[in-house]
């Protein structure tokens, strides 16, 4: 879907998990993640490829199988980097298999070919609640749903997550004294 907002998993689950765990080039490359599998729409555009083929526009880009293959590029690519080899996989292929998760929200498209290469049909949800018929692609409707129907939700979460990190960062001290003390008696 051609969304604003296609970015915002990854900069709140970045916000959430703080920089020691997510350091900002991770947190780059899993916005430029979170935004590959529309990458799909240039073989539609310019190599011809039918829309709703398997290369065409949310077919193996918005797949789980794609999502993984780039965790694994990052996961390969971290001690270069300075990552955390299990973190950068996990948050690398959790904002990208974002995308096709937000775009299962809308209520048009085709649905995702999320299972690919283990099944070939389109996904679709029953319940679509981002409704962007009528909203055109671009322009402030557009924009003001995908604020509320995604950011907001996303900004509770990050926001949530980041206070549990505090008072569980903020707790550890008492807890190292504690398990000292019961230690050394």
């Known amino acids: 879907m051609p969304t604003y907002l296609h970015c915002a998993p990854p900069l709140a689950l970045a916000a959430a998990l703080g920089r020691r765990r997510v350091p900002a080039s991770l947190m780059l490359a899993g916005v430029a993640a979170s935004v590959l599998p529309d990458v799909d729409m240039l073989n539609v555009w310019y190599a011809g490829v039918r829309y709703n083929s398997v290369l065409g526009h949310r077919g193996l880009t918005h797949s789980l199988g794609f999502a993984l293959a780039l965790g694994l590029v990052a996961a390969l690519a971290a001690r270069r980097c300075g990552w955390r080899r299990g973190i950068a996989f996990l948050f690398v292929a959790l904002s990208t298999v974002s995308h096709p998760l937000l775009d299962l929200l809308t209520d048009r498209g085709i649905g995702t070919a999320l299972f690919y290469p283990v099944a070939d049909q389109r996904v679709t949800l029953p319940w679509r609640p981002l409704p962007l018929t009528g909203a055109g692609l671009f322009g402030a409707t ?44």
Do not use: Y
Not at 157 to 185: F, N, T, Y
């Open 142 to 185: 557009r924009f003001w749903l995908e604020c509320l129907w995604i950011g907001l939700p996303l900004m509770t979460l990050a926001a949530s997550g980041v206070a549990l990190r505090q008072w569980i960062e903020r707790d550890k001290p008492a807890r190292h004294r504690a398990l000292a003390r019961a230690c050394a008696d």
